[in-house]
């Protein structure tokens, strides 16, 4: 049957049951994307950064142009480059990943008093603390768009009174690096070691419509480049 010949309630039906199941895709693909991060942890500083030595030296100045003092909760920390990092700055730091795999190694990495890890869904961690510094790495890329809203919608109540949140991320330049999905603009394939293959988010930043979308939201944003390959990015809660 050709769409013309479809009646009203019929059209109706089938776009709500393929709106639904995009929606299934996406929360199917986050377990598959947290899954791709815990069976990656062992090789991730190596495929990640290549050269781990010079990143944790960008890292280091990175971080240190940031100046995250005070609390901060780390969002995505990963096998803890970044916690490490931060923990130099901070009063205190609170990392939050959900791959079990990388936070055993940002455990090991990280032994520091300061710093307090946890393995949980950043979009459920629940937490009455509010912290000065809310930063994330290589995170916001991997949030959908049918996500973005209430991703930023839960930080706010969770920084304090002048708080900040700070991220790192890829430039959309660098976006040929990625296999997408044939009629996916925000899904990819990405492959382990040992050929295993998993589907995730990656929406690399775009700038100018990044600001734009958070100025909607109601968040005064500056995104600055750094490299031809990164992003460095400030927000607050416009008042
Ligand atoms: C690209 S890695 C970034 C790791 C680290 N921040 C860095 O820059 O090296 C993305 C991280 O997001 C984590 N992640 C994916 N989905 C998550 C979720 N729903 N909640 C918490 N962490 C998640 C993965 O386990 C992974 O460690």
């Known amino acids: 049957m050709r769409w013309g010949r479809l009646p009203a309630v019929a059209i109706c039906l089938s776009v709500r049951r ?3 199941m995009m929606m299934c895709v996406t929360d199917e693909l986050l377990a598959d994307q947290v899954a791709y991060y815990r069976q990656r942890a062992g090789e991730y500083d190596v495929t990640a950064y290549d050269d781990v030595a010079a990143a944790r030296g960008r890292i280091a100045r990175l971080v240190a142009q940031m100046q995250p003092t005070g609390s901060v909760l780390e969002m995505a920390c990963g096998t803890g480059l970044w916690t490490q990092a931060l923990a130099r700055f901070a009063d205190t730091v609170t990392a939050v990943d959900a791959a079990v795999e990388a936070v055993a190694i940002a455990r090991d ?3 520091s008093d300061n710093v307090m890890f946890e393995v949980a869904d950043v979009f459920s961690w629940a937490s009455e603390e509010r912290f000065d ?3 994330f790495s290589a995170w916001l890329s991997h949030v959908p768009t049918s996500r973005f809203e209430q991703f930023w919608q839960l930080l706010r109540p969770r920084l304090a009174n002048g708080g900040r949140v700070l991220f790192i991320d ?4 660098v976006r040929d690096k990625e296999a997408y999905v044939p009629g996916q603009d925000e899904i990819v394939e990405r492959q382990l070691r040992d ?3 998993f589907r ?5 930043v775009d700038p100018k ?5 958070l100025r909607a939201l109601g968040w005064h944003c500056e995104i600055r480049r750094d490299g031809s ?5 400030q927000a607050r809660p416009a008042l």
């Open 18 to 20: 393929r709106s639904r």
């Open 109 to 111: 990495r990280v032994r």
């Open 133 to 135: 510094v809310i930063f």
């Open 170 to 173: 890829e430039h959309v330049d």
């Open 195 to 197: 050929g295993r293959q």
């Open 200 to 204: 995730i988010v990656k929406n690399f």
């Open 209 to 213: 419509r990044l600001e734009q979308q």
């Open 229 to 233: 390959d990164w992003i460095r990015g």
